[in-house]
């Protein structure tokens, strides 16, 4: 994704939509959690749609969280190591008690029983999920940075998250 001068961006690299069983969803905020985030999902090895939609179940059978948003899916090109698959990707808004360590290693054990490699950096995934924003928290550590630096810059993050912030978006 370019940024333009006027600070725009350009979309050339979405390819297309792709909508779910899960994607887009909506239900009411629960009003007894603590935070609330938003959590990015990528991945372009294997059937990624079916992934997410597993990965969306077991998030929503989990007490420890409540998805009350997501975003429809888009597939886009890579970035930064681009001789790879295509990605798909999407935005959730889940709400939790646990603090945004406790969810970065939920999240990344998630990563793992979904067969996550972590070969090299920008490299194919099964599956990639990213705490893009946390109660409007800012941190930066050696493990995580809030919000992700990614968030400004990313076709899979801005379109996503905007399509599902827009309330006349049809879902």
Known sequence: ?????????????????????????KKERKNFYKYEFYLGIGGN???????????FHKL???????VNQTSPLILNKAFGYTKQPDF???VLRVQSSKSASEVLKIMQHFEKIF??????K???????????YFSNK???SKKLILPHPGVKYRTSVVL???LMLNKDFKR
């Not at 090895?45 to 990965?55: A, I, P, T, V, W």
């Open 60 to 66: 929503k059978k989990d007490k420890r969280f409540f």
């Open 115 to 120: 067969k996550r490699k972590r070969s090299f």
């Open 160 to 162: 996503p998250l905007g």
């Open 138 to 140: 800012t941190r930066i």
């Open 122 to 132: 920008n490299a194919p995934r099964t599956l990639d999920l990213d705490i893009l």
């Open 88 to 90: 798909l990707n999407g």
């Open 45 to 55: 090895l294997g059937n990624s749609k079916k992934r997410f939609e597993y990965f």
């Open 1 to 25: 994704m370019k940024r333009l001068d006027n600070g725009f961006i350009q979309l050339r690299d979405v390819l297309k939509f792709q909508k779910s069983i899960f994607f887009p969803y």
